[in-house]
């Protein structure tokens, strides 16, 4: 079935440090690849998303690529900030028993230091 | 803001009891997803209603079931609660239902059985 695997956390950086957290995935065909950030004591937020092979998601600084030959839809930042610091899902949606529900990784958390 | 509500923020109940969770999606969103989000689990999908209909359903337990209104309104109803059903529950909220669309989550319900 479907999965996703994500490096494990806590993942503790400095302000203005270069952010990469690794996401690989298990899938039949081409699933939709979403990331969503959850901030302390809030919901998850959708940070970003690509659809197909070779689609670059971006949103507030953040990229990810969706790489099917090796596949994997890592998260970049180049110059992290201490509002950064959240938990963030790696997730996929293919069409299953399960409809168009979300496999979630099991998050990576993340710690931006001044 | 995503757009979907939640509540309670957080309940608090026994084990043995029954509990009622409430989510309102996106205005004009017909799907709505309940997830629950645990420490040892993370994130797992429930169930899926589409325009008051089931359409898939996930790890959901037999305690558990679920409902869509006519107002598009759905509720999460857990019965003869464990210490184990503690944990966030998110529902979130997308257009369609037989496509990969963006889903939109509300900030959870914390619910703790004791």
């Known amino acids: 079935g479907n999965s996703v695997t ?8 400095s ?26 004591g809030e919901g998850l937020q959708l940070l970003l998303k690509a659809t197909k092979a070779d689609d670059k998601g971006s949103n507030k600084g953040f990229e990810a690529t969706y790489r099917k030959e090796t596949t994997s839809f890592h998260l970049e930042k180049g110059s992290v900030q201490v509002s950064d610091s959240a938990v963030y899902f790696c997730a996929l949606t293919q069409h299953s028993n399960s409809g168009y529900a979300l496999n979630f990784g099991k998050g990576t958390s993340l710690l931006v230091t001044p | 803001d995503s757009g979907v509500t939640q509540t309670p923020k957080h309940l608090i109940t026994a084990t043995g009891q029954r509990v009622t969770l409430r989510c309102s999606p996106r205005s004009g969103d017909l799907s709505v997803y309940w997830y629950q989000q645990s420490l040892d ?21 037999e305690r558990f079931s679920a409902q869509q209104f006519p107002d598009l309104h759905s509720e999460l109803n857990l019965s003869s609660l464990e210490l184990g059903d503690s944990a966030l529950y998110f529902c979130a909220s997308s257009p369609g239902t037989n496509r990969p669309d963006t889903q939109y989550f509300g900030p959870g319900t914390r619910l703790t059985v004791l």
């Open chain 1, 6 to 13: 994500q490096m494990e956390g806590p993942v503790t950086l």
């Open chain 1, 15 to 40: 302000e203005e440090a270069f952010l990469t957290i690794n996401c690989t995935y298990t899938a039949t065909g081409y699933p939709s690849l979403f990331w969503y950030v959850q901030y302390p």
């Open chain 2, 41 to 61: 689990q993370g994130l797992q999908f429930l169930i899926q209603y589409y325009n008051g209909e089931e359409r898939a359903k996930g790890n959901i337990l």
